[in-house]
């Protein structure tokens, strides 16, 4: 049973406008949910994360929006670059737990 | 957050021969996890290793395939026993961030097993 759906499988976007990646999850105990982006041949590195206690979390470009009571999160890029083409992985954390759900994942493109 | 190196980058290894896959992390860590992500693919949790006990497996992982080794805080191994290639693919080795903290990636060992 997946546990976070992640939309959509891929994303083409022309250079400067605005990516979204949406992420829903079942598990209520989950409690804290970060982004990681992944370049082709490494590892995914953690982009951005938030807890639910918050709705809306922005570093740079990258802004989190969450909604507690749907059970959705979303990751927003504004102003979209050609290097921002990479796979988005959303992923859930319980409490007290070390243990990761990851999304399917998302590839986006970023065309000039 | 902790730098994670993993050797090999990447192998081509023949069908039914094994391969162990090294993990250093430059920090203690008590909890280690490998990852198994084929191409195109999210990534699949092997299993976790804590130092000092026997690695936990995810459904659909045995020890016997996938045995790990987790000798100190800083280091473990994945073996890839018997390889067919259907175990082609990208493993992965984390460690935790602490409690309640994500985990950070190693860039993984890209296996192509012909």
């Known amino acids: 049973q997946q546990q976070v759906k992640q939309s959509p499988q891929s994303l083409i976007v022309q250079k400067g406008g605005i990516s979204i990646i949406n992420c829903a999850y079942e598990?209520?105990?989950?409690?804290?949910f970060p982004w990681y982006q992944q370049f082709p041949g490494k590892g995914p590195a953690l982009l951005i994360a938030?807890?639910?206690?918050?709705s809306e979390k922005k570093e740079g470009r990258f802004t989190i929006s969450f909604n507690k009571s749907a059970k959705q999160f979303s990751l927003h890029i504004m102003d979209s670059q050609p290097g921002d083409s990479a796979t988005y992985f959303c992923a859930a954390l319980g409490a007290g737990s070390y243990q990761l759900t990851f999304g399917k994942g998302t590839k986006l493109s970023v065309i000039p | 957050s902790a730098v994670i190196s993993q050797k090999p980058s990447r192998d081509i290894c023949q069908r039914g021969t094994s391969l162990t896959i090294q993990c250093q992390v430059d920090?203690?860590?008590?909890?280690m996890f490998w990852y198994r992500q084929q191409p195109g693919q999210s990534l699949t949790l092997i299993a976790t290793?804590?130092?000092?006990?026997?690695?936990?497996?995810e459904s659909g992982f045995v020890i016997d395939k996938f045995p790990i080794s987790r000798p100190n805080l800083t280091f473990s191994t994945l073996t890839v026993s018997n390889m067919s290639p259907e175990d082609s693919s990208i493993y992965l080795c984390?460690?935790?961030?602490?409690?309640?903290?994500?985990?950070?990636f190693g860039d993984g060992t890209r296996l192509s097993i012909l």
């Open positions: 290793a804590n130092q000092g006990s026997e690695a936990t497996y």
């Open positions: 938030i807890r639910p206690d918050v």
């Open positions: 598990n209520t105990a989950f409690d804290y």
């Open positions: 984390s460690v935790e961030g602490g409690t309640d903290q994500p985990q950070h």
């Open positions: 920090s203690q860590v008590t909890m």
